[in-house]
């Protein structure tokens, strides 16, 4: 796969606060393995190689988490609590996102996920995930919020007390080819409950969009449509339906795993080319070196993935042994989404672990070919 250079000019964002979500920032803890501290290389700001100027969209973000396309822009998902919408015409459209719990932001926690319904333009529905705090600790939630001329409302939690702490949340949104919700969870820094099926961490979850268990998942009355995860953060489908998903192994070991319902994926047991009975080894790892993976899309068989410590975006074909990066020298990648053949992406280099240049976080472009 090539890496080709595009055209979008450079437009203005506007920061948008979730009102009643003021967030709680305590020191951060001592980082995982898997977003490190990086080495002394600061992305790219007027002298980039690969990204030119006019194919930077938004500028000036604060740790962006989540791409959800719209009609007319992008919503952007901020991990201290704010909501972004960049039009492509550049007109800034402010948003208020009105939560019954407030957003708690600690290291890696924080507002996360965001997916729009399949029918946003007509039903105005969207799905949030995110860090809140309760009796001192920390748990995650998943709830739907309708929007209704610029302001946002929470009209129903599908999902809560999933374990949280401020490492390993997991927290991609992503709907499946047959309409359902599917959600993806860390495992909280707590090795025990992946392999607990009663737990709803280190799992990947599939729900109807009111927040009912599908009869046909694959443990009875249970989400979960897959286990033994440690952190994963992206998932897609490919063209013929088979789901992927991305996860962040403990020190490099980070993986690329064809989901099968009810799979075993068997963290903390095994990681890379290790196997036992009853689990599943990932379809390719990246041994001693680390990517870090975090966001997932796809397009023509191919596997397009974000990199943290990796610092880029990579592409994968299942059924070959060879990750290709396509894009560099931008630092930190925390997701990707596709459309058009055109790959978008946004940085993650203010996220602590980084070293940002006076222009991040960016949500940027690039054709591919």
């Not at 402010?94 to 729009?116: D, H, K, M, R």
């Amino acid at each position: 796969m090539k890496n080709v250079l595009g055209a979008i000019l450079p437009i203005a964002i506007t920061s948008i606060f979730l009102a009643a979500c003021q967030t709680n920032e305590p020191p951060e803890p001592t980082p995982e393995p898997e977003e490190d501290v990086q080495q002394e290389t600061e992305s790219e700001d007027e002298t980039s190689q690969l990204i030119s100027q006019e194919e930077r969209i938004a500028e000036e973000l604060n740790v962006p988490w989540t791409i959800a396309r719209a009609q007319n822009g992008f919503y952007i998902t901020q991990r201290n609590g704010e909501l972004l919408f960049v039009q492509e015409n550049g007109e800034k459209t402010p948003q208020t996102v009105n939560l019954a719990t407030p957003v708690t932001q600690q290291s890696e926690s924080g507002l996360l996920g965001f997916v729009l319904d399949p029918d946003f333009e007509s039903n105005r529905l969207a799905y949030l995930y995110h860090t809140y705090e309760v009796d001192g600790e920390l748990r995650n939630r998943l709830i739907s919020v309708t929007e209704n001329e610029g302001a946002w409302e929470e009209t129903a939690v599908l999902l809560d007390n999933i374990p949280a702490s401020p490492i390993h949340n997991g927290g991609r949104l992503a709907f499946g080819p047959h309409g359902l919700l599917y959600v993806t969870t860390g495992d909280a820094g707590n090795e025990e409950l992946p392999q607990d099926k009663e737990s709803l961490a280190g799992k990947i979850l599939r729900l109807h969009k009111d927040g009912t268990v599908p009869e046909d998942n694959p443990f009875p009355d249970s989400y979960v449509y897959s286990y033994g995860h440690r952190n994963p953060q992206g998932i897609t489908w490919l063209e013929d339906g088979t789901m992927y998903a991305t996860e962040h192994g403990s020190s490099a070991q980070d993986e690329i795993n064809e989901i099968e319902p009810g799979g075993n994926y068997g963290w903390p047991t095994i990681r890379g080319d290790e196997s036992a009975e009853g689990m599943r080894q990932p379809i390719i790892h990246s041994g001693e070196t680390t990517w870090a993976p975090s966001g997932l899309d796809s397009i023509d068989g191919t596997l397009y993935f974000a990199g943290l410590r990796g610092e880029g975006v990579f592409a994968y074909t299942p059924g070959k042994n060879e990750v290709t990066p396509i894009v560099s020298n931008q630092g930190r990648i925390r997701d990707v989404y596709i459309e058009d053949r055109i790959l978008y992406f946004v940085t993650n280099n203010r996220d602590g672990r980084g070293t940002p240049s006076s222009s991040d976080d960016r949500l940027l472009s690039v054709p591919l070919e």
